[in-house]
């Protein structure tokens, strides 16, 4: 019947609360540390973000934030230069699902999934195809546990020390002790452990409760750390409970094991997540699409999915943006001209809507995303309002005008994927997309067979040079500064660096810092924070251990600090489009949200209605 054991299930949150409730992702069973957590997702850009619109009134500012209040940086997914300006990724399920507790976490970005990943096999290199710009291209964003997850307990994400760092103590989020208390009380515990083994036959009872009662009471209790007390108050002063708090987990699962549900509880409040998997289409036009795991009976839920709501369809026009200088200050500040439009954001090729009003609903479920269209009839399931207990909808929020849901900065509207008919392991999942897309479609196609009907030809992108180049050596004569790769895609290095061993130059004969690549960064340490536009330009000449060449690079890690790297290897090397010129930027693409069924449309919604 497929899958086996529910993974990952969606259901009410510990943050929330019953009156004003969160949702959350739940372990269906134990994943063991590092393991891959088995949502693994696309990231959607919103290109230059923050320039594309002014945040002229109060609503829009509300319903901007609102957005940005559910995204990350494009970092994560290696789409920083996608656009010249601030570029924020989608990054729907696990990546939006997941939330933050101050005081623990379970789960992370296995970033160099995403950054170093394999190019879609979905288009032929260099030849034009209608999906091209329509999809987006970053995928594999992928999180793994971070420690041992035990089946029942939420998923918690390391949203980073910058997050961290601007949560007020105020913040209802907050647990009064912090990650760091609860790692600092684990080492502490993990040495005692360690102090009572290996003395264990020397040790009456009595000796160990006043050894323990020494160590917490004499050192750590009178330590002048300033959070000595509350690491104190984290590690039992009972003897035989050390390894009971280890057994649960550690200090923090100790401390809140009602955290951990049980399967009962599970399959009473919750839904499951993890019904779907991602896999190329059945329909080649159409680039990506969900496949189920289990078999889904008629009229059962295929999988659920909150909505994003994004009240203003507009803000996803993007314009030409221009240098405004100021004729007093002389300042220059970016503005868009709206005189000169370019396209909508990819993102809205992902969102749900209607015609008759201009709210957006981007669905967060694993992998509803993925899943195509097929014409009533030959769809094997549609979407709709939960009917859940747990995991449902406050329906009052159908009443609610656009501009009142705006003011909502939660996630709050539920919807479900449900099958039409019995569904098999392994079927390709189609919704209905409704009329206005499919004539959209048909539009699109009918314009692209016309434009591209002489000539096929399509510029190449990273992903090309990426196939080319895995094995191939990086070009590495720039003799006169000439770019031996297509102009559309610019090299980056991933760079972490180390000073170079005494007694060599620590400057190259144009004046540039040199420095070494960290021996010690492995791939699976990649960050897009780490991730650089380089030019290679020499490499040595024969295989090294493990990976292919090492080159040295010029790396550009702002616009006036260029510096030399050495001993960069082939596989911390790959390639990037340039500023808006990957296949979505390409103003033929398509454009056209998903439209929810005329029945499920609240009244109350349709503020454009003629
Ligand atoms: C919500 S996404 C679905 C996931 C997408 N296939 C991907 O790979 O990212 C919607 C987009 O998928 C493509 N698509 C979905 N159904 C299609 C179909 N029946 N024929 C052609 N393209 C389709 C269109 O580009 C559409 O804008």
Same mark, same amino acid.
Not at 34 to 39: H, K, L
Not at 326 to 329: H, L, M, V
Not at 393 to 396: I, K, L, R, V, Y
């Given at each position: 019947d497929g899958d086996g054991e529910c993974r990952l299930w969606l259901g009410p949150s510990h943050?929330?609360?019953?009156n004003d409730p969160e949702f959350g992702i739940f372990a269906g069973v134990d994943f063991a540390p590092?393991?891959? /957590?088995?949502?693994i997702e696309v990231a959607i850009p919103l290109v230059d973000w923050t320039e594309?619109?002014?945040?002229?009134?109060a609503l829009k500012n509300m319903i901007v934030e609102f957005v940005e209040s559910q995204v990350w940086t494009g970092d994560f997914a290696g789409?920083?230069?996608? #656009?010249?300006q601030n570029t924020i990724v989608a990054i729907p399920g696990i990546g939006n699902l997941a939330n933050y507790h101050s005081g623990y976490h379970n789960v992370d970005w296995l970033q160099s999934a995403a950054l170093l990943r394999k190019p879609l096999d979905l288009f032929e290199s260099g030849v034009a195809h209608p999906a091209r710009g329509a999809?987006?291209?970053? %995928?594999?964003?992928t999180m793994k546990a971070t420690e041992h997850i035990p089946a029942g307990m939420e998923l918690f994400a390391n949203f980073g020390e910058t997050w961290d760092n601007n949560?007020?103590?105020?913040? +209802?989020?907050?647990?009064?002790?912090t990650r760091w208390d609860y790692q600092h009380a684990d080492q502490i515990l993990d040495a005692i452990i360690a102090f009572m083994d290996q003395y264990d036959k020397d040790l009456t009872p009595d000796l160990q409760e006043n050894i323990l009662d020494f160590m917490l009471e004499k050192i750590l209790g009178t330590?002048? #750390?300033?959070?000595a007390k509350v690491i104190r108050s984290? /590690?039992?002063?009972?003897?035989?409970k050390l390894k009971a708090v280890k057994e649960a987990g550690g200090t923090f699962l100790y401390r809140n094991n009602d955290l951990v549900k049980s399967q009962k509880w599970l399959k009473k409040h919750a839904m499951c997540m993890d019904n779907l998997k991602v896999g190329p289409?059945?329909?080649?036009?159409?680039g990506r699409g969900a496949f189920t795991t289990r078999k889904i009976a008629k009229g059962d839920v295929v999988v659920p999915s909150p909505m994003v709501h994004?009240?203003?369809?507009?803000?996803?026009n993007m314009y030409e943006i221009i240098e405004k200088e100021?004729?007093?200050?002389g300042d220059v500040t970016l503005d868009i001209d709206k005189s000169n439009f370019l396209q909508q954001q990819l993102l809205i090729n992902y969102c749900f809507g209607h015609r008759e009003s201009n709210i957006l609903l981007l669905p967060i479920g694993s $992998?509803? +995303?993925m899943i195509n269209h097929a014409p009533a009839g030959k769809a094997n399931a549609y979407i709709t309002w939960s009917r859940h207990k747990h995991v449902t909808?406050?329906? #009052?929020l159908h009443d609610l005008s656009i501009e009142q849901l705006a003011?909502?900065?939660?996630?709050g509207i539920v919807m479900v994927v449900q099958a039409l008919r019995d569904i098999e392991v392994g079927e390709e999942i189609f919704i209905d997309y409704g009329k206005e897309w499919e004539a959209a479609w048909k539009e699109h196609m009918a314009q692209w067979n016309k434009d591209y009907e002489q000539d096929k030809t399509w510029q190449l992108t990273a992903d090309d040079m990426k196939m080319q180049y895995k094995e191939k050596p990086f070009e590495a004569d720039l003799t006169d500064g000439?770019?031996? $790769?297509?102009?559309s895609v610019a090299t980056t290095c991933f760079l972490r660096t180390e000073d170079l061993p005494d007694?060599?130059?620590?400057?190259n004969p144009d004046g540039l810092e040199i420095f070494l $690549?960290?021996?010690?960064? +492995? %791939?699976?340490?990649?960050? #897009?924070?780490?991730?650089y536009v380089c030019d290679v330009i020499s490499r040595t000449d024969k295989l090294t251990d493990g990976d292919l060449y090492n080159y040295t690079v010029l790396a550009? /890690?702002?616009?006036d600090d260029i510096v030399q790297v050495e001993?960069?290897? %082939?596989?911390?090397i790959t390639f990037v489009d340039q500023p808006?010129?990957?296949? /979505? %930027?390409?103003?033929g693409g398509f454009r056209h949200y998903i439209s929810l069924r005329d029945g499920d449309f609240p009244q109350a919604w349709r503020n454009i209605r003629e």
């Open positions: 943050l929330g609360t019953d590092d393991e891959i /957590i088995p949502d594309q619109f002014n945040r002229d009134t789409a920083k230069w996608e #656009g010249d999809i987006t291209p970053y %995928h594999n964003l949560q007020t103590m105020e913040d +209802s989020f907050q647990d009064k002790l330590a002048v #750390g300033k959070r984290l /590690i039992p002063d009972n003897p035989k289409s059945t329909i080649p036009e159409a994004i009240a203003n369809e507009e803000l996803f100021d004729a007093k200050t $992998y509803v +995303s909808n406050d329906h #009052g003011e909502r900065n939660k996630v000439i770019n031996p $790769y297509p102009p007694g060599r130059p620590r400057r $690549y960290a021996e010690d960064l +492995s %791939h699976d340490e990649i960050t #897009g924070a780490d991730m550009k /890690i702002s616009d001993n960069v290897p %082939h596989g911390s808006y010129q990957g296949d /979505i %930027h390409n103003t």
